[in-house]
């Protein structure tokens, strides 16, 4: 089975713009979660889209948003970039939403705001 | 406020020792724990779990103690391999979220 993989790998942008990141789960996953890596932050949890809906939300302001499309795959938004959005935006899918359902990671979109 | 909490930023250890990494948690209504490991330029990659009805978990050269007095936990991997060199990451979920809450990672560098 492929893994879950992200689109693009790495980005740079500048302040005030905005970008789309995507993500493909693994075939036959129907919940994808979005996480932000700073560094000595850990993960961070921003959403959780289960068929096609939010189910979870994290911490973060509205500039964050996110969907699931009917095949699964999934995107984030982020509007009017900062620099502190800089960061490794991770995506995991699981087969299902709930408690130990264990997460596949992709490799990570890398964005550089400037 | 950390709920998981990574105290050692950095491990070293040589190849063919013990290497033990460790996680303390402050909510006491977490019930299943899980730790992960991340190499650069990968995402992070599921390595072993527990649930607080246990106090051990056993897999390979991976083993996770619980210790549910102490809010702590310890992922043990014996013996050590410089493949083992990466960031292991700590993962907590229950009280009414599934969704894992991470610590900030320990980075184990395996010398050979």
């Known amino acids: 089975k492929a893994g879950v993989t992200q689109t693009p790998r790495y980005l740079i942008k500048t302040r005030g713009q905005q970008v789309t990141l995507s993500c493909s789960p693994i075939s036959g996953h129907r919940s994808v979660s979005w996480y932000q890596q700073t560094p000595g932050q850990g993960l961070q949890f921003l959403f959780e889209?289960?068929?096609?809906?939010?189910?979870n939300k994290g911490n973060f302001p509205g500039r964050f948003s996110g969907r699931q499309f009917s095949n699964s795959r999934s995107e984030m938004n982020v509007s009017t970039l900062e620099l502190g959005d800089s960061a490794l935006y991770l995506c995991?899918?699981?087969?299902?939403?709930?408690?130990?359902?264990?997460?596949?990671f992709g490799p990570g979109t890398r964005l550089t705001v400037l | 406020d950390q709920q998981v909490k990574q105290n050692s930023p950095s491990l070293s250890v040589q190849e063919g020792r013990i290497s033990i990494l460790n996680c303390d948690y402050t909510n006491s209504m977490f019930d299943y724990f899980l730790w992960y490991k991340k190499y650069p330029a990968e995402g992070p990659t599921f390595l072993i779990s527990?649930?607080?009805?246990?106090d051990k978990n056993e897999d390979g050269r991976f083993t996770v103690f619980l210790n549910k007095s102490a809010k702590h936990l310890s992922l043990h991997i014996v013996p050590s391999q410089p493949g083992d060199s990466a960031v292991y990451f700590c993962?907590?979920?229950?009280?009414?979220?599934?969704?894992?809450?991470f610590g900030r990672g320990t980075s184990l560098i395996v010398h050979p």
């Open positions: 993962a907590a979920e229950g009280g009414g979220s599934y969704i894992p809450t």
């Open positions: 527990i649930s607080s009805i246990k």
């Open positions: 995991a899918s699981s087969f299902s939403s709930g408690s130990k359902n264990t997460q596949y």
């Open positions: 889209y289960f068929s096609e809906t939010q189910r």
